[in-house]
Every structure is written in structure tokens, then in C-alpha cells.
């Protein structure tokens, strides 16, 4: 079963530091690209970070450049999203989200798949 289980989430103070991981499993031949969403309370979902495999080129949504940074271990098909100077605004159900070619029969045959994580819960509150 290919899927991408996150954790990391939980509940820290303002100006606190938080780290979110993202693991991809199952048979994924090739990973092209890993972002972090997120959904505030009665927010719509905001795009936070991504980083492109091949390049390992990175891009932040205006509101977490400067404080978050998005990392991949390739080895492990893991990506992690470090947060720093957390603010009220922050809190959010954090998803992780992946662009994955999959094998499918043989192995030189692949498959397109957009993957979802189950999200975790991130409170930024004193």
C-alpha cells in the first residue's frame, strides 16, 4: 500500500519550534515533488512549502518564508517541515502531499499517483 504517514504535530507556545515528518512508503519508484498544506479554522488550505526532488529547490508560501524550511531525506523518503517562531496564526492541521510514480506490474512499468497524508494537528497557544 503506498501512503504518506505524518507526525510531529502538537501543541507549543508562540515563538516556540515545532517539526513535522512525512514518510513515504509502499512501491514508489520515484518521488518528484513533496509539500506541505495546511487548513486553519475556518480558513481555505494554504500551500506552505515544497521541494522539487531532482533540483532539491525549495518554495514558501509568504507567510512562513524566514521561519519555516522544508528538508528532504532522500534515503528515506521523508520530508520534514521545521517550524520556528510559531505564531497563533500557525495553528492548523498540517497535510502532507506527494507527487509519486509508482510501480505497477513489472518494474519499468509506472504509474502517476498524487498522495495525501492523514495530517496532523499543529496549536500554536500559550
Known amino acids: 500500500q503506498v501512503q504518506l504517514v505524518e507526525s510531529g504535530g502538537g501543541l507549543v507556545q508562540p515563538g516556540g519550534s515545532l517539526r513535522l515528518s512525512c514518510a513515504a512508503s509502499?512501491?514508489?519508484?520515484?518521488?518528484?515533488?513533496m509539500r506541505w498544506y495546511r487548513q486553519g479554522p475556518g480558513k481555505q488550505p494554504e500551500l506552505v512549502a515544497t521541494?522539487?526532488?531532482?533540483?532539491?529547490?525549495?518554495n514558501y508560501g509568504d507567510s512562513v518564508k524566514g521561519r519555516f524550511t522544508i528538508s528532504r531525506d532522500n534515503a528515506k523518503n521523508t520530508v520534514y517541515l521545521q517550524m520556528n517562531s510559531l505564531k497563533p496564526e500557525d495553528t492548523a492541521v498540517y497535510y502532507c502531499?506527494?507527487?509519486?510514480?509508482?510501480?505497477?506490474?513489472?518494474?519499468?512499468?509506472?504509474?502517476?499517483?498524487?498522495?495525501w497524508g492523514q495530517g496532523t494537528l499543529v496549536t500554536v497557544s500559550s
Open positions: 509502499g512501491s514508489i519508484a520515484n518521488i518528484r515533488a
Open positions: 502531499n506527494a507527487d509519486v510514480d509508482v510501480v505497477v506490474g513489472s518494474p519499468t512499468e509506472l504509474r502517476y499517483l498524487e498522495l
Open positions: 521541494v522539487i526532488s531532482s533540483s532539491g529547490n525549495t
